[in-house]
Every structure is written in C-alpha cells, then in structure tokens.
C-alpha cells in the first residue's frame, strides 16, 4: 500500500472548518483513501473513504485531487469532541483480509 | 448503532501468566482483526481471521500468541506467558466485506497491564 504524510498536529478553532491534509503522492489506480481517528485511547472509529470522487457523509467531507496524489478530509464545524488523532490511510481494494495499517496521523485539538 | 465488544476493560496479570481477551465482533462480519497499542505508540496489527483460520498475521504475532473463535460469537486473543513488554491497548475489530470498504468498526479496548 502507498505511503502517506500528514502534519503532526493541527489546532483548530470550535465551530470553525477543520481541514486535515494528507499526501500520498505514490497511490495507485486501484487504491482507496481511508480516513480513521481515534479520540484519547479509545478504538480507531471509521470517518470516511474515497477512490477518485469527493465524498460527504455525516461526520465529514473527503476531497481528493485530480491526480489523487493528496486529499483533504473537512469536519465542517469542529466540536471538542472532535480533539483526536486522524489517520489518513491508503488500502488496495479488493485485497481481502490486507490489514489496515496505521501511521502516526495527525494529531487536531480543538480549541474553545 | 451496531457495536464491537471487549472484555475486560482492564486486566492486570503477572508476568508468566496467561490472559485471554475476548471480543464479540458485529453479528453479520466475517472478518476479525486484533490490533495493539502500546502507549504512547502507533496502532499496530497483529492478525487478522476469516473462515476459522488466520488470514494474515504481523511479525509481531509469534507463537505467543494465538485466536480463536470458539462460537459462533465471540471472537478470543491469547497470549501466553506474558512479558512486560506486552503491556497496551488491544483493540478488536471487525469488517462485513471482504475488502473491507464499508470500513473496520473497532472495540474500546482491553487495556492489558503485566507486572
């Protein structure tokens, strides 16, 4: 699976966008980017994923560039509960039991 | 919502001991993942199992280490003869699909101490 690169950490103001960057400029044609984060020591919880499409659902929108090499996942009005580490994730489709693999992410706080 | 389970939350063992942490993955999955965090580290995988038998497994997941799915609801991580250096976090998960696009719901965690 590519390689990924995310900031380390990012702060964000309550109410406002949060827009976490991620560059994973060696993906492949059949990868899909994944996005997961985890709050404090709790299990990492599923957010989002794409192929080549912009995606929304209710927790945030995934936007993926043209050329696929970096995408942007946006939580529209960032909460506290929001504070968590974001992993930013690239898998092969179709690859069966792959595992998913973590990074170290990106590390939001945001901020009242 | 649909829930991975783990118990226990927190178990305490002496090093040497044998544990066995339990999940009780989402009734329809078909696969079964255990992942560990030791603190303050990455979220790293351990192995994952479909159809009673190991799909893939990390190079951390030796012959300490062993699952099971003894029924047809719980899913088990043994570890035996504990060392220090397995205290963490281990977190089960689960996925309905075989590629896993509907995305892996994890458990809270078992928080595994070994003194």
């Known amino acids: 699976d590519a390689k990924t690169t995310q900031p380390p950490s990012m702060d964000c103001a309550e109410g406002r966008a949060a827009n976490l960057p991620c560059n994973h400029s060696?993906?492949?044609?059949?990868?899909?980017v994944y996005w997961y984060r985890q709050i404090h020591s709790q299990g990492p919880q599923y957010i989002i994923h794409g192929l080549k499409n912009n995606e929304t659902n209710e927790m945030a929108s995934l936007i993926i560039t043209e050329d696929r090499k970096s995408s942007t996942l946006i939580l529209p009005h960032a909460t506290l509960r929001d504070t968590a580490v974001y992993y930013c994730i690239v898998r092969v489709a179709g690859s069966g039991n792959t595992p998913l693999v973590f990074g170290k992410g990106t590390r939001l706080s945001v901020i009242a | 919502e649909p829930e991975v389970t783990q118990t226990p939350s927190h178990q305490v063992t002496q090093m040497g001991q044998e544990v066995i942490l339990r999940c009780v993955p989402i009734s329809n999955h078909l696969y079964f993942y255990w992942y560990r965090q030791i603190l303050g580290q990455k979220v790293e995988f351990l192995v994952s199992?479909?159809?009673?038998?190991?799909?893939?497994k990390s190079e951390i997941f030796d012959d300490q280490f062993s699952v099971e799915r003894p029924d047809g609801s719980n899913f088990t991580l043994k570890i035996r003869s504990t060392k220090l250096e397995d205290s963490a976090m281990y977190f089960c998960?689960?996925?309905?699909?075989?590629?896993?696009?509907?995305?892996?719901?994890f458990g809270s965690g078992t928080r595994l101490t070994v003194v």
């Open positions: 199992f479909y159809n009673n038998e190991i799909s893939e």
């Open positions: 060696t993906i492949s044609g059949n990868e899909y």
């Open positions: 998960a689960s996925s309905e699909t075989q590629t896993g696009l509907s995305g892996y719901t």
